[in-house]
């Protein structure tokens, strides 16, 4: 299994960018998934999940600004980020839970994470 992030890049404050994240190869299931990022110097931390059940989580920095979304059908998870901040510069990284071959034995898989710079 391998996850394929895309859609970072430099976008002035206040602009909107949409992060995609697909899965690909052998996948039976896929339970949580989520957008994480890591800013030069600091730790990663979470941006926005789903979970199993549908349940969304946002970090207060992202609320009300990004909105985290899902196509199970193309295994794939959307980050559309509206209004952003010279803060949300980062590289950002999508995770998903997935069973390749097993009902419930998920495994946490990373993509390779995409630039999002803001800047004037």
């Known amino acids: 299994v391998q996850l394929q992030a895309s859609g970072g890049g430099l976008v002035q404050p206040g602009g909107s960018l949409r992060l995609s994240c697909t899965a690909y190869g052998t996948i039976f299931s896929v339970n949580a998934v989520g957008w994480y990022r890591q800013a030069p110097g600091k730790q990663r931390e979470m941006v926005a999940v789903?979970?199993?059940?549908?349940?969304?989580d946002y970090a207060d920095s992202a609320k009300g600004r990004f909105t985290i979304s899902r196509d199970n059908a193309r295994n794939t998870v959307y980050l559309q980020m509206n209004d952003l901040k010279l803060e949300d510069t980062a590289i950002y990284y999508c995770?998903?839970?997935?069973?390749?071959?097993?009902?419930?034995?998920?495994?946490?898989?990373w993509g390779q994470g995409t630039l999002v710079t803001v800047s004037s």
């Open positions: 789903i979970t199993g059940t549908g349940s969304i």
């Open positions: 995770k998903q839970e997935i069973s390749p071959y097993l009902p419930r034995m998920w495994s946490d898989y």
